[in-house]
């Protein structure tokens, strides 16, 4: 198994956080993992994005050229990495601040309204848990358990009674997630 991952969005939206969770949660079920987060200095609103690589062989290197999934969580991020997936692969978005839909034919595009769902939860802050229930639905690539367990390794003691919140937030990310559009067969 190897899974190469991007997830970009503006600082401040949980984008490396979120990679940080998946690459804990990697860690505590054996696998080789490799966590490479880049941002601009402007973390809040500025553009940032994290490469997750989760394998069951040693991984060579943390730089990847084409990614088995991407999650995109602005117009910035979509336009950057939709011509960087892998034909096959699949494209997550939430299409509060997209403006313009994937163009490419050849990968599965899901879109997971989790900005809406966590209004509706009253915390925008469960937002990117919502969107990594999402990757988990159509990617199951670490168990639930190790991603709480990994939230909990990066959440601050203080806030661990956010915990149960997050996991809500986690599985309505697995109901909510839809699928667009299915690659074309080749």
């Not at 990310?173 to 067969?185: P, T, V």
Request: with cysteine; aromatic share 6%; glycine share 8%.
């Amino acid at each position: 198994m190897l899974q190469e991952i991007v997830i970009s969005g503006f600082g401040g939206q949980g984008v490396l956080s979120m990679g940080k969770i998946l690459a804990f949660s990697g860690i505590m079920e054996d696998k080789e993992v490799s966590w490479f987060p880049a941002y601009g200095p402007e973390q809040r609103g500025g553009t940032a994005n994290v490469t997750v690589i989760i394998s069951d062989k040693p991984i060579s290197s943390p730089v990847v050229n084409q990614y088995d999934v991407a999650i995109v969580l602005n117009q910035p991020s979509l336009d950057k990495f939709e011509e960087k997936i892998k034909p096959g692969g699949a494209l997550i978005y939430d299409d509060y601040g997209i403006r313009h839909k994937a163009r490419r034919k050849d990968i599965n595009v899901y879109r997971i309204k989790a900005m809406d769902e966590s209004m509706k939860m009253n915390n925008t802050k469960v937002f990117n848990m919502i969107v990594l229930g999402g990757l988990l639905k159509i990617s199951p690539m670490v168990q639930l358990a190790n991603v709480m367990e990994g939230l909990k390794k990066t959440l601050p003691e203080r806030h661990h009674k956010l915990l149960p919140m997050n996991e809500e937030a986690i599985m309505k990310g697995m109901d909510i997630i839809e699928l667009e559009q299915e690659a074309d067969c080749l």
